[in-house]
């Protein structure tokens, strides 16, 4: 999935592997895999995508609720079990990090606050892979705005 607006792109692979490219910059690349965001400006080069978790994203976020079924959606189910497994394992932890809504600002919620799955505002949480678990692991973006 890509959402466009004026200097800033979202890009979100559910299933698959996608590659994400600057046209005119050789080598300027990168593969993203089932469950990974970007959130980016298409004029600065690109970035590492982040893990978002595909069963949340699934169940609360209008484009896919509010329409019929993905013809794709038996490898989208696939890719959130895999992620759940993952979960189970450590390999891949829940972080309190939410996007609330349409846009691209990341908000900190609180422990009492992790259940949002029946809040349809919630768009997306975003796990992160247990080897990355200092602070620095995810980049700031509560500056960035659609």
């Known amino acids: 999935m890509i959402e466009y607006h004026r200097g800033v792109y979202e890009f979100l692979e559910l299933e698959g592997t996608g590659r994400l490219y600057r046209p005119g910059h050789l080598g300027d ?11 980016d400006n298409p004029d600065a080069a690109v970035s590492d995508p982040v893990d978002v978790d595909i069963g949340r994203f699934m169940t609360t976020n209008r484009f896919i609720t509010d329409f019929p079924p993905l013809r794709s959606k038996k490898p989208i189910t696939a890719e959130s079990r895999k992620q759940q497994r993952e979960k189970s394992k450590k390999t891949l932890i829940d972080t309190n990090l939410v996007i609330f809504g349409g846009g691209t600002q990341v908000s900190l919620i609180g422990q009492g606050q992790t259940d949002t799955a029946r809040h349809k505002t919630a768009a997306l949480m975003t796990p992160r892979r247990a080897t990355n678990l200092s602070p620095e692991a995810v980049p700031p973006r509560s500056n960035d705005r659609i």
Request: proline share 9%.
């Open 29 to 39: 690349s990168i593969l993203v895999r089932p469950g990974q965001m970007l959130i």
